[in-house]
């Protein structure tokens, strides 16, 4: 087959993807009006040129008010069916999709509204596409511990619903181990646990999410190549690592995809996978990811199928359930 069929063809799973960044500009329109909220933009046009980031808080100012449209139960059930239909089409099998509840909890939407809407799609997702999902709970890390701990008591009634906690937002200056406790009570709650970690911080903010938090998984990851001893260890540990290399060229994180460090890692042993992180804003799902990559870094269809499998494995899927998709 050719490339694109081969890329779509591949078995895969999304590990790092918000919710709320798969807010395509058409829907946010669609929301604004069906709620009656206003939004600063005229076009959808408008919107897509106003998504020309150098930094990723240039990104989040953005994100967040765009979350202002989302208000009812049918709107995050709505924002989940088009991100699991467009995900189908590129042959993810099963999603990990994180959301920020804060951003809507601060806003007076109830957690229950956001949650009950996405566990909807999810169960549709199921019947419409054959795939399956599960929620990553994601602190927002520039606020405090004290709204995070608020944040997981609000979770509380929905932890069996719950696979994850994860940290993202704004991440020099909020470092991890400023919700240390929080995730070790989320972690005596049964609950996995990743962070954000290496996308604009240094590598000693790895260091702190491996050593503070033990997280099961590593969001971004990239800046960890800059230390060898702590590139060494995520590869002897089999840490998975969520790398994201359109948000990464967005963002700035490398200043061309010819650059991009994802057939580096493949060689210095890290389980890398391809993952869309915030694809409405970043100009591509899942498989325009694997393209771009593998455009860029002239990644063979071995190295395409690796990243896969590494999607796969790195999921918190059980081992049968990985059996089965490979
Ligand atoms: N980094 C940090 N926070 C985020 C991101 C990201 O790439 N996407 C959505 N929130
Ligand atoms: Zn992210």
Same mark, same amino acid.
């Given at each position: 087959?050719?490339?694109?069929?081969?890329?779509?063809?591949?078995?895969k799973a999304e590990l790092h993807l918000h919710?709320?960044?798969?807010?395509?500009?058409?829907?946010? #329109? +669609?929301? !604004?009006?069906?709620? $009656? &909220?206003?939004?600063?933009?005229?076009?959808?046009?408008?919107?897509?040129?106003?998504?020309?980031?150098?930094?990723?808080?240039?990104?989040?100012?953005?994100?967040?008010?765009?979350?202002?449209?989302?208000?009812?139960?049918?709107?995050?059930?709505?924002?989940?069916?088009?991100? #699991? +239909?467009? !995900?189908?089409?590129? $042959? &993810?099998?099963h999603a990990e999709i994180m959301?920020?509840?804060?951003?809507?909890?601060?806003?007076?939407?109830?957690?229950?509204?956001?949650?009950?809407?996405?566990?909807?799609?999810?169960?549709?997702?199921?019947?419409?596409?054959?795939?399956?999902?599960r929620l990553i709970l994601c602190f927002?890390?520039?606020?405090?511990?004290?709204?995070?701990?608020?944040?997981?008591?609000?979770?509380?009634?929905?932890?069996?619903?719950i696979t994850a906690v994860g940290l993202d937002?704004?991440?020099?200056?909020?470092?991890p181990?400023?919700?240390?406790?929080?995730f070790?009570?989320a972690r005596?709650?049964?609950l996995r646990l990743v962070a954000h970690a290496g996308e604009?911080?240094?590598?000693?903010y790895v260091r702190e999410a491996l050593d503070?938090l033990a997280i099961d998984r590593l969001d971004h990851g990239n800046?960890s190549?800059?230390?060898?001893?702590?590139?060494?260890r995520l590869a002897?540990e089999g840490m998975t690592l969520t790398v994201c290399?359109?948000?990464?060229?967005?963002?700035?994180?490398?200043?061309?995809?010819?650059?991009?460090?994802?057939?580096?890692m493949?060689?210095?042993?890290l389980r890398a996978t391809i993952n869309?992180d915030?694809?409405?804003?970043?100009?591509?799902?899942?498989?325009?990811?694997?393209?771009?990559?593998?455009?860029?870094?002239?990644?063979?269809?071995?190295?395409?199928?690796?990243l896969?499998r590494n999607s796969l494995l790195g999921s918190f899927l059980?081992?049968?359930?990985v059996?089965?998709?490979?």
């Amino acid at each position: 087959p050719d490339l694109d069929s081969f890329i779509a063809g591949l078995p895969k799973a999304e590990l790092h993807l918000h919710i709320e960044g798969s807010l395509e500009p058409e829907l946010m #329109f +669609a929301l !604004a009006s069906r709620n $009656g &909220v206003a939004i600063p933009f005229a076009s959808v046009e408008e919107v897509r040129a106003a998504y020309s980031f150098t930094r990723l808080q240039d990104f989040l100012d953005i994100y967040y008010q765009g979350a202002n449209v989302l208000l009812t139960q049918q709107d995050f059930h709505d924002l989940g069916s088009a991100y #699991f +239909a467009r !995900a189908a089409a590129d $042959g &993810v099998v099963h999603a990990e999709i994180m959301f920020d509840p804060q951003t809507h909890t601060a806003r007076g939407i109830p957690f229950g509204t956001v949650i009950g809407g996405l566990l909807a799609a999810m169960e549709e997702a199921e019947v419409r596409h054959g795939m399956t999902s599960r929620l990553i709970l994601c602190f927002l890390r520039h606020l405090d511990e004290e709204d995070a701990f608020r944040t997981l008591a609000d979770a509380k009634p929905w932890l069996d619903r719950i696979t994850a906690v994860g940290l993202d937002s704004s991440e020099n200056g909020h470092p991890p181990s400023k919700f240390a406790r929080v995730f070790a009570e989320a972690r005596r709650l049964g609950l996995r646990l990743v962070a954000h970690a290496g996308e604009e911080g240094p590598p000693a903010y790895v260091r702190e999410a491996l050593d503070l938090l033990a997280i099961d998984r590593l969001d971004h990851g990239n800046r960890s190549l800059e230390d060898p001893v702590l590139t060494a260890r995520l590869a002897r540990e089999g840490m998975t690592l969520t790398v994201c290399p359109l948000s990464n060229l967005k963002l700035c994180v490398v200043n061309d995809m010819a650059d991009h460090p994802i057939d580096r890692m493949l060689r210095e042993g890290l389980r890398a996978t391809i993952n869309s992180d915030d694809p409405a804003y970043f100009g591509g799902y899942v498989a325009d990811n694997y393209r771009a990559a593998a455009a860029a870094r002239d990644l063979s269809r071995s190295d395409l199928a690796t990243l896969a499998r590494n999607s796969l494995l790195g999921s918190f899927l059980s081992d049968a359930e990985v059996a089965a998709h490979l």
